[in-house]
Every structure is written in C-alpha cells, then in structure tokens.
C-alpha cells in the first residue's frame, strides 16, 4: 500500500469537511482488499489463501462485484474524463446505496471522532488527499490516474449500473434514501448528531 499523505493535526483540527462533503474514492487495489476480506469473512476465514483474489478484470463476475458492493460501504459513482465517461467506486454516503447517483453526502465512515477506518484501509482518495491548513486541500489521486486505473472495470461497472440504476428509481429507492438523509441530517442539527 501507497502511504499516502497523512495529514493527522490538521485533519483533526478541520473536523473531516471533505468527509462531510463526499466519500474519498478507491483505486482498484482497494476495491480488490476489501472484497478479498468480504470473501473471507463470508468463509469465516475459511479459505486457504486468507480469500486474496488476484483475478483480473476480464475473469472477475459482475454478478461477484454486485453481490460484494451490496454488502459493502461503497458504491458505484462516474464522472466525465478525457475518454468520456469514468465509472469508479467510492465511499458510500449515509443512508444511501451502492447505486451513487448522490452527488454529495456525508460518508458513511465519518463520526463524530473522525474516520472510522484505520489509516491502511482508508481509499486511496482519502489518503492521497493532503490536508492544508488553508483548506486549499490537494488531491494526488488524480482523475486522470483513476481514468487509467479504473479503465479495465468499465465494462463490469457499466453493467451493474445499468442493471440497478434506472429500477431502482422507479422503486423508489433513491427518494427514501433522500429522506432518511434529511432526517439524519435534522437530527444532526437538533440533537449535536453526527
Ligand atoms: S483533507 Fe482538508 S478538508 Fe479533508 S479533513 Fe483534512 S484539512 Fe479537512
Ligand atoms: S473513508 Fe474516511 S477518509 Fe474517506 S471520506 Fe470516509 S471518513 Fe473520510
């Protein structure tokens, strides 16, 4: 793992406003970490190599990728890079799915002491994030590097996507996950809750 750029003091002092404002993003390695560590928790430790997985994009299932996602704290996301549309995924946002179609939310991971995974399992986003004193905060995991590292999986991301966005919608999934966000955040306000 990449250290990073651990930013401790400052980060403390600003109290996470990136945290409040979005879910960092992961590179694929994390992506593969977790699910290796899903797998294995899902086996109850069970699997002769600790559940790594060193399958590459081509071999690995969507349906694999899909029933992970669903279990875990992440969700699917995109945004427009030089080749067009960039599928990734993210930290999910409270109350919300792994479908992203939630711009901007508080992640799921922030509490009140600050992030809530331990520094090695932070994504890569989140620790390639160099935290200013300013707030004039650099991000060195760049949209061009996800581009390229997350060019492999578009096919896999697309597909879940597509097969989860739009009914989704209309089950009304994405207005509940809106409202429950907005009592959160009432309560948040009324009560000190975060
Ligand atoms: S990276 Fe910047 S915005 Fe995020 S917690 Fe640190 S100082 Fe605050
Ligand atoms: S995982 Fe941790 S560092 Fe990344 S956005 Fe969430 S709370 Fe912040």
Known sequence: MDKGYESRKICKDCGGACCKNSGCSLAPEDMLREMAEWRNEENSGKIPDGGKDVRQPAEMAAADLEKWLQRSDCAIDSFTGAAGLCYYIRMRHKCFTFIGVDA?????????????????????????????????CEQHYTREQMEADWGPYQPLLKEIWNRWRDRLEQEGMFDRCEEAYIRYQMEKRQGGKR
């Not at 009140?112 to 890569?124: A, I, K, M, V």
């Open 104 to 136: 901007m939310g508080e992640c799921i991971a922030l509490t009140d002491q600050g992030c809530s995974l331990p520094y090695e399992r932070r994504p890569r986003g989140g620790r390639f994030l160099e935290g200013r004193a300013d707030r004039h």
